[in-house]
Nanobody, 120 residues
Framework: QVQLVESGGGLVQAGGSLRLSCVAS????????MGWFRQAPGKEREFVAA????????PYADSVKGRFTISRDNAKNTVYLQMNSLKPEDTAIYYC?????????????WGQGTQVVVSS
């Protein structure tokens, strides 16, 4: 089973930036579509962004469009989430996941996540 390890979270002021990383175990990373989700306190987990295995498709949630950028480095088994112009409502635990072909649903298990706190 693929293990996913997220990192890069922290405390940042509104308007600031963070880059999250997610490293996947194994040798088949380049075959996976990947995605980022987040879960704020008291709320359900929600989709943030996804990227196809070749990088030619990358849908975003409306709430982050124009501020967040997902990318991947298949040689490093890593998917990134560059987050700019952060807002307090971006505060959440961020998780990465392997995605289905349609880039709409996560597959498999979750990592431990990385906490992002945006202060106003």
């Amino acid at each position: 089973q693929v293990q996913l390890v997220e990192s890069g979270g922290g405390l940042v002021q509104a308007g600031g930036s963070l880059r999250l990383s997610c490293v996947a175990s194994g040798r088949a990373f380049s075959l996976y579509n990947m995605g980022w989700f987040r879960q704020a306190p008291g709320k359900e987990r929600e989709f943030v962004a996804a990227i196809s295995r070749s990088g030619d498709r990358s849908p975003y949630a409306d709430s982050v469009k124009g501020r967040f950028t997902i990318s991947r480095d298949n040689a490093k088994n890593t998917v990134y989430l560059q987050m700019n112009s952060l807002k307090p409502e971006d505060t959440a635990i961020y998780y990465c996941a392997i995605m289905d072909y349609g880039l709409t649903s996560p597959l498999g298990s979750w990592g431990q996540g990385t906490q992002v706190v945006v202060s106003s």
